[in-house]
């Protein structure tokens, strides 16, 4: 079945520094992509949709420059936590539209981001 | 989207069904009901999807409504394994939008 892999799975990085998560469909092509962010007992709010060479488009009230997407193929996404906080730290969550049986919606096993 | 109501929490006994309702009572004919569940600290997981007929596979059932302003998910025999948070989303564009979800509780 359809794949997606996320990484880095856990990251601490010290306030000021910049994180890069990766999101990768495996076995096959996604043209978009999605990240959503979520805290501690609280539901996926998703923050922004990702297209490949194309700019992503951020849901109201998330910051571009503060969270960098990057779409460069049909199997990698990024996203770029820039001059992170302490408030950043959260549970970043990655999904791939395409392949699979579900009409597509595949979603990577999370990265934890902690910062210090 | 159509927004969408879950009760906050649930039990079951292992070994017996789990059946968890949603309400989109918002829902327009065009929009897929889907099913996702998150254990704790993983991505979401797909279970299952429909539009209007009831749907089966090997994980679970979904039962919808005639109207279709309402589903139930149905795992027929509910395990540990099968504790998790369990999303209800109704699609219409490309986005899925998760709301706050049930916490199903298996018990042994």
């Known amino acids: 079945g359809a794949v997606v892999s996320q990484h880095p799975s856990r990251v601490i990085c010290k306030s000021g520094t910049s994180v890069k998560i990766e999101c990768r469909s495996l076995?096959?092509?996604?043209?978009?992509m999605f990240w959503y962010r979520q805290f501690p007992k609280k539901s996926l709010m998703l923050m922004a949709t990702s297209n490949e060479g194309s700019k992503a488009t951020y849901e109201q009230g998330v910051e571009k420059d503060k969270f960098l997407i990057n779409h460069a193929s049909l199997t990698l996404s990024t996203l770029t936590v820039t001059s992170a906080h302490p408030e950043d730290s959260s549970f970043y969550i990655c999904?791939?539209?395409?392949?699979?049986?579900?009409?597509?919606?595949?979603f990577g096993s999370g990265t934890r981001l902690t910062v210090v | 989207d159509a927004k969408t109501t879950q009760p906050p929490s649930m039990d079951c006994a292992e070994g017996r069904a789990a059946n968890l309702p949603c309400n989109h009572s918002t829902i327009s004919g065009n929009e897929y009901v889907y099913w996702y569940r998150q254990i704790h600290s993983q991505g979401p997981q797909y279970i299952i999807h429909g539009l209007k007929n009831n749907e089966t596979n090997e994980m679970a059932s979904l039962i919808i409504t005639e109207d279709r302003k309402s589903s139930t998910l149905i795992l027929p025999h509910a395990t540990l394994r099968d504790t998790a948070v369990y999303y209800c989303i109704v699609r219409a564009t490309d986005k899925l939008i998760f709301g706050t979800g049930t916490r199903l509780q298996v018990f042994p």
């Open positions: 999904s791939a539209q395409g392949g699979g049986r579900n009409y597509g919606y595949t």
């Open positions: 076995d096959f092509q996604a043209t978009t």
